[in-house]
Nanobody, 123 residues
Framework: QLVESGGGLVQAGGLLRLSCAVS????????MGWFRQAPGKERECVAA????????YYADSVKGRFTISRDNAKNTVSLQMNSLKPEDTAIYYC??????????????????WGQGTQVTVSS
């Protein structure tokens, strides 16, 4: 089970931190990531992190503003979002994947999804 928290409403330029708690699985065996889906748009991977936490992936649209991290001892993955823009408004989903960490992509497939948390950035 993947449970997100930390979404909300923030003004442009502000920050939010999303967290995802994972239970019932061997957390460190999964490549983890965050996706988002805005109304009328496809779901996209914005960040991913390897099993050890040693390598990360970011979509160009969030590079330099978002930071993904994980704590394998606490079975959590987080997404620190700074300098938020109105175009970051979306439902954000935590995701777990058995994809190899050698992938150049974020998460080429997803085995488990969280329920999503709304992030709204006002202009």
């Amino acid at each position: 089970q993947l449970v997100e928290s930390g979404g909300g409403l923030v003004q442009a330029g502000g920050l939010l931190r999303l967290s995802c708690a994972v239970s019932g699985r061997t957390f460190s065996s999964y490549r983890m990531g965050w996706f988002r889906q805005a109304p009328g748009k496809e779901r996209e991977c914005v960040a991913a992190i390897s099993r050890s936490g040693g390598s990360t992936y970011y979509a160009d649209s969030v590079k330099g503003r978002f930071t993904i991290s994980r704590d394998n001892a606490k079975n959590t993955v987080s997404l620190q979002m700074n300098s938020l823009k109105p175009e970051d408004t979306a439902i954000y989903y935590c995701a777990a994947s058995t994809a190899p960490d050698t992938t150049a992509r974020g998460l080429p497939w997803v085995d488990y999804w969280g329920q999503g948390t709304q992030v709204t950035v006002s202009s």
